[in-house]
């Protein structure tokens, strides 16, 4: 399974920007998909998580302004970043969970910087 990220870059503080993840796996919609975000001297937590069903879950730091959703046929799933802010920055990384296994999978990360 490879989950190539595209999307991150610098931008300004108020900006927005739009990841991408690709996942080259069988029966994408049974998996739950999320982004995870890793700062710089910090740990990786959670941004936000889609299950099969749609159901959604937000870090309560980003929930008013981020937005993940999935396209099922293209096996892809976004992160929608809004009013972005210097606390943003970090690598951001996508991840997959197996439905039957339980096992995490995750992507190589794509750098999103956000400066003031």
């Known amino acids: 399974v490879q989950l190539p990220e595209s999307g991150g870059g610098l931008v300004h503080v108020g900006k927005s920007l739009r990841l991408s993840c690709a996942a080259s796996?069988?029966?994408?919609?049974?998996?739950?998909m999320g982004w995870y975000r890793q700062a710089p001297g910090k740990e990786r937590e959670l941004v936000a998580t889609?299950?099969?069903?749609?159901?959604?879950n937000y870090a309560d730091s980003v929930k008013d302004r981020f937005s993940i959703s999935r396209d099922n046929i293209n096996s892809r799933v976004y992160l929608e970043m809004n009013n972005l802010k210097p606390e943003d920055t970090a690598v951001y990384y996508c991840?997959?969970?197996?439905?039957?296994?339980?096992?995490?999978?995750w992507g190589q990360g794509t750098l999103v910087t956000v400066s003031s």
């Open positions: 796996v069988t029966d994408f919609s049974r998996h739950t």
């Open positions: 991840s997959l969970r197996q439905v039957w296994t339980g096992q995490t999978i």
């Open positions: 889609i299950a099969s069903s749609g159901l959604m």
